[in-house]
Each structure stands twice: as C-alpha cells, then as structure tokens.
Nanobody
Framework: VQLQAFGGGLVQAGGSLKLSCAASGRTFSIYSMGWFRQAPGKEREFVATIRRGDDRTYYTDSVKGRFTISRDNAKNTVYLQMNSLKPEDTALYYC??????????????????WGQGTQVTVSS
C-alpha cells in the first residue's frame, strides 16, 4: 500500500488543523492506521492509532482530548483532527499502516508502510 499524507501547515497556538492520509493499493479496511510525529533532534513518537476491524482508537497522553483519529474506508483515507494546538505539537507528522495484529501499535517498528511526512508548525 502507498500512503500520502497532507494537510499540514502553519497555525497559531490554539488553532486547528486536519491531516489526511490517502492510501492506494489493497483494501484499506484491512489496515490498522497510525499517526506519528518527529520534531527536529527527537525520535519519532506515537500520536494516535485506529485499529482494523473494530476501529478502536488509542492516543498518546499529550494529545488526548485535543486530537481525534478517524477513518473513511470508502475513501481509503485516515484523518487526524488536531484542535487546541500547542507549540510543542510542532513536528513532521507521518501516517503509517500495518495489516498485522500487534500488541500495542505504539511503536514505529510495528508498522509496515509509511507515508511521507507533512509539516505542522504551531506558533506561539
């Protein structure tokens, strides 16, 4: 599957952005989808995931209540709605996919496919 992420941009603190990740290739619904981010000089970190089958969602603590991950299988797209953005949310955001059932979906090595990043910059 090929993934393409878009929707990043520059926003003021407190603002909102909605990221999208479009998938091509095999049936989208068979993939669990994740969003990760990487700030300069830092490791790639988990943001959110939506599990295949039951669409159960998980979030890292720092974004709970502010970010929402969702998917539209008919459009082969996963979304990340980001509200109440903070400067510390500034990073390159990546979408990822895996067909396998994983223990947690929290780690980059649990995903098999990656899109290119989309930059999110939050100004104070």
């Amino acid at each position: 599957v090929q993934l393409q992420a878009f929707g990043g941009g520059l926003v003021q603190a407190g603002g909102s952005l909605k990221l999208s990740c479009a998938a091509s290739g095999r049936t989208f619904s068979i993939y669990s989808m994740g969003w990760f981010r990487q700030a300069p000089g830092k490791e790639r970190e988990f943001v959110a995931t939506i599990r295949r089958g039951d669409d159960r969602t998980y979030y890292t603590d720092s974004v709970k209540g502010r970010f929402t991950i969702s998917r539209d299988n008919a459009k082969n797209t996963v979304y990340l709605q980001m509200n109440s953005l903070k400067p510390e949310d500034t990073a390159l955001y990546y979408c990822a996919a895996t067909q396998a059932y994983r223990a947690s979906y929290y780690y980059p090595n649990e995903y098999d496919y990656w899109g290119q990043g989309t930059q999110v910059t939050v100004s104070s």
